[in-house]
């Protein structure tokens, strides 16, 4: 499989904007260089793998939303779940927890 790097740096690019981020934002959220990124959206630099991830991390994602622009429907359900927790005092995580674990032993219907 060839990878399309023009599509991997659009698709990067959408995110970041999705976001209502700017690229000087996420290269410091990456701890990438700086204007890096926009090389990478123009497909002017190929990103490693590891880049990928790190902009994955900033931008909330998964890397195969870049390379194949699809996340799966499992990962929006757990990045909903987990943007409900985020903001939860640490009593309420534990309470959340426990609740989880409550549920995780129930029989599934």
Not at 45 to 64: N, W
Request: negative net charge.
């Amino acid at each position: 499989m060839k990878l399309d790097y023009k599509e991997i740096g659009r698709r990067i690019a959408h995110r970041r904007k999705q976001l209502g981020l700017k690229q000087a934002t996420v290269e410091e959220m990456a701890d990438i260089g700086e204007k890096y990124l926009s090389c990478i959206e123009r497909a002017t630099s190929t990103p490693s793998t590891e880049v990928l991830m790190r902009l994955a991390i900033a931008l909330d994602t998964t890397p195969d939303e870049f390379l194949v622009g699809t996340v799966r429907q499992q990962d929006e359900a757990w990045r909903d779940v987990a943007e409900l927790l985020r903001p939860l005092s640490p009593d309420q995580l534990s309470l959340a927890q426990s609740f989880l674990t409550w549920l995780n032993e129930q029989p599934p219907k």
